[in-house]
């Protein structure tokens, strides 16, 4: 599993470091990742019953929809706004998923409004007598809307199936977490909803699987939610937009030093599950396929001008 783990962090990682690319070459328009994030987002997604458990992402979730079964090409035209983008058809922004298929629930832009959603799959499952999950991933920031508090307290009152996993990187765009919350940790919040909580190392890859399968298997069970506090580093500005001014020097090269990446290589070559001269070929075959996915996005269209309303209004359905 950690090798797993590892081989999708790969892609993530080269996925995100391309959609930085392009944004800066004028091809796509906005980006948002979670670098340093992979291990917690991958780790926690494979603990799902795929395809059977339900999935409510936020905009920096690259390596969840990769774990679930998004591929690289699929992340590229959304970004790049094609035609053939199967989750929006080109109108979202990156990495704003929306898969029936994977039971990926539609990403949104505004900041924990998917959290109520993923209570509703949740109490809908309850509902309509299925073991299903719902898996909510969410930022420290996100955890401050009033969304969030409605929507843990609901579950909590119903003891519904779902668990909800903050990945804390301390910052809501550039508001650090002793400037939101008087905590120091969001699973101390658990107790007053009614939920377990827990608070691990995110880039711990074997820590977070376990702790997600655990809290999986307990809402499964129809014993309650569960909210797990992962620590992450932000290695990269907010966004694409953000120019991370309000991080020094030294709080910058803090958080690229904590990259989950390189700690779950040298781990796999400890346990030699991994081979050093085996992972360099790997990764850079990695970074060839990631490289003509963008090409071959690329050469699509984008969608035509005509459908430009398509989904807005019901009389435009068709249009």
């Not at 898969?99 to 539609?106: E, H, Y």
């Not at 991933?137 to 401050?144: L, P």
């Not at 910058?252 to 700690?263: G, K, N, T, Y």
Request: charged fraction near 20%; hydrophobic fraction near 45%.
């Amino acid at each position: 599993m950690l090798r797993r783990i590892y081989d999708i962090a790969l892609v993530t990682r080269a996925v995100d470091e391309r959609l930085w690319i392009l944004t800066r070459q004028g091809r796509a328009g906005f980006v948002l990742t979670g670098r340093g994030h992979e291990i917690a987002q991958i780790a926690s997604a494979l603990a799902m019953r795929a395809g059977h458990d339900s999935a409510w992402l936020y905009y920096r979730d690259l390596g969840v929809g990769l774990a679930l079964g998004v591929t690289p090409y699929e992340l590229f035209l959304g970004a790049l706004a094609r035609a053939d983008d199967p989750h929006s058809g080109g109108r979202q922004l990156t990495a704003h998923l929306s898969s029936p298929d994977q039971r990926i629930g539609s990403v949104s832009s505004a900041v924990g409004a998917h959290i109520p959603h993923a209570v509703g799959a949740a109490y809908a499952a309850r509902v309509k007598g299925e073991d299903s999950v719902a898996v909510c991933w969410f930022g420290d920031g996100a955890a401050s809307e009033g969304a969030a508090h409605e929507a843990m307290n609901l579950a909590g009152v119903h003891k519904l199936p779902v668990v909800f996993l903050c990945e804390n990187n301390g910052y809501a765009i550039s508001i650090p977490l002793a400037q939101q919350m008087a905590i120091t940790s969001l699973d101390q919040r658990a107790r007053g909803y009614g939920l377990a909580g827990a608070s691990i190392d995110g880039c711990d890859a074997a820590a977070v699987y376990t702790t997600t399968t655990d809290a999986i298997s307990h809402a499964r069970a129809g014993d309650g939610p569960t909210l797990i506090d992962l620590k992450v580093p932000r290695i990269v500005p907010h966004s694409s937009q953000d120019d991370d001014s309000y991080r020094n020097a030294a709080q910058i090269a803090a958080a690229a030093a904590l990259d989950p990446i390189p700690r779950l290589r040298a781990l796999l070559v400890e346990l030699n599950a991994l081979d050093e001269e085996e992972d360099e070929v790997n990764r850079k075959t990695i970074e060839a396929e990631v490289l003509a996915a963008a090409e071959r996005a690329l050469a699509q269209p984008e969608p035509m001008a005509a459908r430009a309303r398509k989904h807005l209004y019901a009389a435009d359905a068709d249009g």
